[in-house]
């Protein structure tokens, strides 16, 4: 039995998860005082963003989603401060971008760890030179890598079982 889905259902679907990920992302800074633990240190925006990278599969909603999570929860929530949000932006884009070309040319995994790290240096390279904050880093690079690693790990084998089936 052959299914198609007309071009509004998969729009519809798109929305819907659009949507609950800007949603997931207005809620974190609620849960992070309600459970007292800083949820932003776990790098929720790179988990939803590979999340809806896998939901979706279109690159160019993936691009939107870079700028419209950081946006609308600076917008609803007040997080990120400004000068985080001017620095996470690129970061998305640029790990997005890097994602989308490297995942076709090498491992998967490699790609979202190589991509998400990238990404990172881009955000700490333009806080230092914008902002020139006391405290550049404020979560531990090693918690950071791995969150990217689990991340990079779970991106990879979601695709690959897409890919065998």
């Not at 070309?101 to 790609?111: C, G, I, L, Q, S």
């Amino acid at each position: 039995m052959n299914i198609t889905v007309s071009k509004t259902a998969l729009s519809l679907r798109v929305v819907v998860i659009d949507l609950f990920i800007l949603g997931m992302v207005c809620l974190i800074p609620s849960v992070s005082h309600a459970v007292a633990f800083p949820l932003y240190r776990l790098n929720p925006m790179l988990l939803c963003l590979l999340g809806s990278m896998l939901l979706v599969g279109n690159r160019a909603n993936a691009y939107v989603l870079a700028v419209l999570m950081p946006t609308v929860s600076m917008l609803v929530t007040g997080m990120p401060l400004f000068a985080n949000y001017v620095c996470m932006v690129p970061e998305l884009l640029v790990t997005v971008g890097l994602l989308t070309f490297m995942e076709r040319r090498t491992n998967v995994f490699m790609a979202a760890v190589v991509a998400a790290v990238v990404g990172k240096v881009v955000f700490y390279s333009l806080r230092a030179l914008l902002f020139a904050p006391a405290v550049l880093v404020g979560t531990s690079v090693w918690l950071q890598l791995a969150v990217i690693v689990v991340a990079a790990g779970l991106y990879w084998k979601v695709t690959s079982y897409e890919n065998e089936n």
